[in-house]
């Protein structure tokens, strides 16, 4: 009996027949068990895509930054005096010049600086700069740039008789140099750039969409 306990009995030729198939038995059951682990894992991970893609577009379509809006907002320049002052006298005449800026973003933007140019022809005939500032989120920010009007005495003769004449076109150009923060952190740097913004001088006015006082008929 005591070898009996040390020494047990060897397995009998029907246990060593159904060993393998049993082994194999065993061996699909695991691939099946894995297979349903992966199964699941891919079901939670296709389920947590369904739901943050969504969201996540989303967020990107409302709070993806958009370049800030404008409005050239003088519609009583007197042009003529100013192109005058060149032919005439050879002055720099000094206007302040309302620009009505909307930002159509969610967040705040902390202008750094802004920079305006008047055209005629291609040729520069007055600038003027903004410093820093902040523009609120969907309002609209009334932004007066004393600017300096020094046509060459070309441009200017060129613009009187334009003027004379009731087609006289300025181009405005603007540039802002921007940054956008989040948690008090710098998250985004936004540059625009607006070319080419024809004036009728005398005809129709730049458009007013954004001006507060916007002229009646």
């Known amino acids: 009996t005591a070898s009996s306990q040390l020494y047990p009995p060897a ?5 060593h027949q159904r060993s393998p198939r049993c082994a194999a038995q065993q061996m699909v059951e695991q691939r099946i068990g894995g297979l349903g682990r992966t199964y ?23 709070y993806w930054p958009q370049d800030p ?40 933007i902390q202008v750094s600086g802004a920079s305006a140019e008047f055209l005629y022809r291609s040729q520069t005939i007055g600038s003027a700069s903004l410093g820093a500032t902040t523009f609120m989120a969907g309002r609209v920010t009334d932004v007066i740039l004393p600017t300096k009007f020094n046509p060459s005495l070309a441009s200017a003769t060129r613009a009187l008789i334009d003027h004379e004449l009731g087609h006289l076109f300025v181009d405005v150009s603007m540039e802002l140099h921007s940054d956008i923060y989040a948690f008090d ?4 740097a936004l540059n625009a750039s607006y070319v080419g913004r024809d004036v009728d001088v ?15 008929d």
């Open 11 to 15: 397995p009998s030729a029907a246990q």
């Open 40 to 62: 699941r894992c891919l079901k939670w991970v296709l389920i947590a895509l369904l739901i943050i893609v969504p969201i996540g577009a989303t967020v990107g379509v409302l």
């Open 69 to 108: 809006q404008y409005s050239f907002c003088n519609s009583e320049i007197d042009w003529a005096g100013v192109f005058r002052s060149a032919v005439s006298f050879r002055l720099e005449a000094k206007v302040e010049v309302l620009f009505s800026i909307y930002n159509p973003n969610r967040f705040d």
């Open 185 to 188: 952190r710098h998250v985004y």
């Open 202 to 216: 005398e005809g129709d006015p730049d458009p007013q969409v954004y001006c507060n006082c916007k002229p009646t």
